[in-house]
Every structure is written in C-alpha cells, then in structure tokens.
C-alpha cells in the first residue's frame, strides 16, 4: 500500500442540498398543534386602583394633572384696583408739588434738597417697576414659547422648528448647564432635521441638564420641610418654613429655566401653582398616597410627627412639580415628566435616618 491510497481524491466534491429534519414524529407534531383561539370569556377587566401591579406611586404619578397659567380676563375688579391707583398717584404728587413749594418758600435750598431727594425715589421707582416689567415680560416669553413648540410640532418642516431652537437658546444663554447643549445644537444648524425631531434634539440637549438640576431643587425642599416639620414644636412655624421653602423653590425653578421673576412674577406664579393644586386635589391626593405608602407597616414604626413630615415633604414635591410644569419652557415629549414616586423613597428615606 502506497500513500497515495490514504490521500483525498482530487477534483471537485460533490455538493448535497440542505434538507430539514424533524425531531419528533409527525402525529406528535399534530398533536401538539392546536388552532388560534379567542377567548372572551374567564377574565375580567379591573380598575388601576385595584391592579396589583400598579403601585400607588405610579397611580399618582399618571393621573397627576400638568400645571397650565392661569388665563387672564378682564375683570372689573382689576379695573376698580388701577383705577384707584392712578387716584392715588394723582394724590400723591399733588402733595408732593405742595410740600416742594413750601420748602422753596422757606428756603431755596430745603426747596432742592426736597427736590433731589424726590428725584432719587422716582429714579429708584423706576428701576424697580422695570424690573417687575421685564419679569413678568420674561415669564410671558416662556409660556408663548411653550406655545409656539406645541404648533411647531405638528408641522414637519424644519423653518418654525428652527426658529424656535433659537429662541430657546437665547432663553437659557446664561445657563451654564446648556452649554454643551447650545454647542451640539449649533453644530446641527446646517443639517436637515425634521421639525418635531429637532425640537425633541433641543429639549433633550438643552433641558436635560437643567431637569435634573430641578429635581435635584425638589428633592433638597422636600428633604428639609420634612425634616423641620417633623422636629418644630408649634403648627406656626411649620407653617411659617413651609411658605418660605415653597417661596424659594418657585422662585429657584423658574430662574433655573430662565424666568427671573420680580416680585410681581413671583406671587403670579405662586398664585397658578396654587389654583392648580386646589383644582387638581392634589393635596388630598398626597395625603391618602402616603396613608397607602406608609400604612403598610411603617406607619406603626414612625411617630406622628414622622408622618406628617412625610406627608409635608410630599405635598413641597408636588409644588415643585406644578412650578417646574409652569416654568419650563418646552412640554414634556422626549423626556420623562416626573412624579411624586421618584422623590417618595428619598423623603421617607430621609425622616426614617437618625436626627
């Protein structure tokens, strides 16, 4: 035997087609073959209050209503309220030409002694009612750009959409936060988008930094109210913390998102954030969510005192919530809106750690 006896054969090899095998004989395979069925009966639909697999955190979260401005009419009582305004001023610079012409008929210089103090708080007027002015201009702004990104998004051409970036850019130069944003966005700006993908690109460029800053602001007011009002001995100063942080946190998220509202701006915004809330009954919402969070056996490790400051803490989300609805310049579309669930843990958590 030589060893070309065990070499391969030369040539081309002959090729077998694929083929298909079946692993089980074919009346098995009958067997467990079976027709499409419907069933319509041995199953009942149930209400998501009485789901098991919907948390109370993630019921809340759903059914919590998006805060909206208020819408301003006329009324006859703003009209009575500047009417008596103007009398008022008429009243006073009557007084004020009197009292500037007596004193010039004393002595001259009493007469501009009065006259230069009168113009440093005419002055000093002015600049704060201009401020008030572009506050309450800058909050306008906000909601017509809200606005404005609801009718650019049912249209798919990219000019409205465009523009609008660009407001939004303007809007939030001085933050920080969005300049990574503004530089991805202007790399963008000779590149053919769609109207509603870019706008969504923009929201989450842009704001996503500034959102979680914002619930970072949230969940910071709601750890302290629960706290103070969990160790304050008196209702009145509950009361008194709670107005105050509420206050700062409306404030801080609508300068966060480019607001900056005076004073005027401000108590507007605390006047919608609360006419949402009464509206919504979120406040009765949050009382019975956290009877159902904490009756499942903690509300019998944690003192009275403890609870309400969960509860306290819970209610100052849901107003940073409304605020943060109101002051953001873009709807919620790319990114989550969040809910009371996401601060609910860390509030409890937070009363539950030793003091």
Same mark, same amino acid.
């Given at each position: 035997?030589?060893?070309?006896?065990?070499?391969?054969?030369?040539?081309?090899?002959?090729?077998?087609?694929?083929?298909?095998?079946?692993?089980?004989?074919?009346?098995?395979?009958?067997?467990? *073959?079976?027709?499409?069925?419907?069933?319509?009966?041995?199953?009942?639909? +149930?209400?998501?209050?009485?789901?098991?697999?919907?948390?109370?955190?993630?019921?809340?979260? /759903?059914?919590?209503?998006?805060?909206?401005? *208020?819408?301003?009419?006329? #009324?006859?009582?703003?009209?009575?309220?500047?009417?008596?305004?103007?009398?008022?001023?008429?009243?006073? $610079?009557? $007084?004020?030409?009197?009292? &500037?012409?007596?004193?010039?008929?004393? /002595?001259? $210089?009493?007469?501009?002694?009065? &006259?230069?103090? !009168?113009?440093?708080?005419?002055?000093?007027? #002015?600049?704060?009612?201009?401020?008030?002015?572009?506050?309450?201009?800058?909050?306008?702004?906000?909601? @017509?750009?809200?606005?404005?990104?609801?009718?650019?998004?049912?249209?798919?051409?990219?000019?409205?959409? =465009?523009?609008?970036?660009? =407001?939004?850019?303007?809007?939030?130069?001085? =933050?920080?936060?969005?300049?990574?944003?503004? /530089? %991805?966005?202007?790399? @963008?700006?000779?590149?053919?988008?769609?109207?509603?993908?870019?706008?969504?690109?923009?929201?989450?460029?842009?704001?996503?930094?500034?959102?979680?800053?914002?619930?970072?602001?949230?969940?910071?007011?709601?750890?302290?109210?629960? &706290?103070?009002?969990?160790?304050?001995?008196?209702?009145? &100063?509950? !009361?008194?913390?709670?107005?105050?942080?509420?206050? =700062?946190?409306?404030?801080?998220?609508?300068?966060?998102?480019?607001?900056?509202?005076?004073?005027?701006?401000?108590?507007?915004?605390?006047?919608?954030?609360?006419?949402?809330? %009464? +509206?919504?009954? #979120?406040?009765?919402?949050?009382?019975?969510?956290?009877?159902?969070?904490?009756?499942?056996?903690?509300?019998?490790? !944690?003192?009275?005192?403890?609870?309400?400051?969960?509860?306290?803490?819970?209610?100052?989300?849901?107003?940073?919530? %409304?605020?943060?609805? !109101?002051? *953001?310049?873009?709807?919620?579309?790319?990114?989550? *809106?969040?809910?009371?669930?996401?601060?609910?843990?860390?509030?409890?958590?937070?009363?539950?750690?030793?003091?």
């Amino acid at each position: 035997m030589t060893s070309n006896d065990h070499a391969p054969p030369s040539g081309p090899q002959p090729t077998r087609r694929p083929g298909s095998f079946s692993l089980e004989e074919p009346e098995r395979m009958a067997e467990v *073959r079976r027709r499409p069925q419907s069933f319509d009966e041995g199953f009942t639909v +149930v209400a998501d209050e009485e789901d098991p697999f919907i948390t109370p955190e993630e019921m809340a979260a /759903a059914d919590a209503a998006i805060a909206q401005p *208020r819408k301003r009419h006329f #009324s006859f009582g703003k009209l009575a309220l500047g009417a008596f305004t103007a009398f008022l001023s008429l009243a006073f $610079w009557l $007084w004020a030409d009197q009292v &500037v012409r007596d004193l010039f008929a004393r /002595a001259d $210089w009493l007469g501009y002694t009065a &006259v230069m103090v !009168l113009g440093i708080a005419v002055a000093a007027l #002015s600049i704060v009612v201009g401020r008030e002015v572009y506050g309450i201009l800058r909050l306008g702004a906000v909601q @017509t750009l809200k606005a404005d990104a609801e009718a650019a998004t049912a249209t798919p051409g990219p000019k409205a959409a =465009r523009a609008l970036v660009d =407001r939004l850019t303007k809007l939030l130069a001085h =933050r920080p936060e969005a300049a990574r944003g503004r /530089a %991805a966005l202007a790399a @963008t700006k000779d590149e053919i988008i769609d109207g509603p993908q870019l706008i969504e690109l923009a929201e989450r460029e842009l704001l996503a930094p500034l959102d979680q800053k914002a619930r970072a602001l949230i969940l910071a007011a709601s750890r302290r109210v629960s &706290v103070v009002t969990a160790v304050s001995p008196r209702a009145v &100063v509950d !009361l008194a913390y709670v107005l105050f942080e509420v206050t =700062r946190l409306v404030r801080a998220m609508a300068d966060l998102y480019g607001g900056r509202p005076g004073t005027i701006g401000l108590l507007r915004l605390l006047r919608d954030v609360i006419a949402h809330l %009464a +509206v919504t009954g #979120s406040i009765a919402v949050g009382d019975s969510l956290a009877q159902q969070v904490l009756g499942h056996g903690l509300a019998a490790k !944690l003192s009275a005192r403890l609870g309400e400051g969960v509860i306290n803490g819970m209610l100052t989300a849901r107003i940073g919530i %409304a605020a943060m609805d !109101l002051c *953001r310049p873009l709807p919620f579309r790319s990114l989550k *809106r969040p809910g009371i669930g996401d601060f609910l843990s860390d509030i409890a958590r937070n009363d539950r750690s030793p003091t």
